[in-house]
């Protein structure tokens, strides 16, 4: 969720009072309210999990003429303002813990961005949040793109390049996780490599959540990642 001051609520309340008058802006605020309850007590998410080897052959894609990618230092963090993605508060702490945020810029504005965990990576469905990776595996998340540079490959473009740059490094496997019914990101991650290794459901009920997870192919990850998180 990104930060909103109160500067940015008071806009956004002044809009809706115009918009839809006082009466209709209280029937919005309690729809919304009764969507975020409904969201907290009751939750339903089928994830696809992928895996690119790094070791193997794969396909490379460019980037289109005009965009550079670079990863971004501390000082290349509020560009993230401008992007649809996390907040600020949340990004600082991901950057000084260690995960590396990507950025394609077309010119000096942020046009696509995406973040590599080494360590660990959040997961809503793993205990505590936290899954712990193994050696010389890396998370791809959170990858976003500004709705002025759309449909332009820029996903696959960056994510071949980091790729290039990760094995370097010595990084052997990059997991990721798509949303079953997200087709075009499902897309862009094969157009790479990606291969679909895990179907992973979560249910939660109130305080109760339970994590099933499917093989698509049954080898050491899969066995990884059903271990970690069924429950």
């Known amino acids: ?90 990004a600082a702490q991901r950057h000084r813990a260690g995960a590396d945020l990507w950025l394609v810029r077309a010119g000096e504005r942020p046009a696509f961005a995406c973040w590599v965990f080494r360590d660990r990576t959040p997961v809503l469905a793993a205990p505590r949040g936290w899954l712990p990776l193994p050696a010389a595996t890396v998370c791809l998340e959170d990858s976003v793109t500004a709705p002025a540079h759309r449909g332009r490959g820029l996903a696959a473009g960056a994510w071949s390049a980091i790729a290039d740059h990760l094995a370097r490094d010595g990084v052997t496997t990059v997991i990721t996780k798509v949303a079953e019914d997200n087709t075009p990101s499902r897309r862009a991650v094969e157009k790479i490599g990606f291969e679909p290794t895990a179907l992973m459901t979560l249910t939660r009920l109130a305080l109760r959540s339970h994590v099933d997870v499917y093989p698509y192919r049954d080898n050491a990850l899969f066995a990884f990642l059903a271990a970690l998180l069924t429950r």
Request: charged letters at 20%; aromatic letters at 6%.
């Open 1 to 90: 969720m990104r930060d909103v001051t109160v500067e940015t609520m008071i806009a956004h309340a002044q809009r809706s009072v115009r918009r839809y008058g006082f009466a209709g802006t209280a029937t919005r605020v309690v729809a919304l309210a009764g969507r975020s309850i409904s969201h907290a007590l009751y939750l339903q998410e089928r994830h696809v999990w992928y895996a690119l080897d790094l070791t193997a052959p794969r396909a490379s894609v460019d980037l289109p003429d005009g965009y550079a990618l670079s990863r971004a230092r501390a000082a290349d963090l509020p560009l993230l303002e401008q992007l649809p993605t996390i907040g600020g508060h949340e």
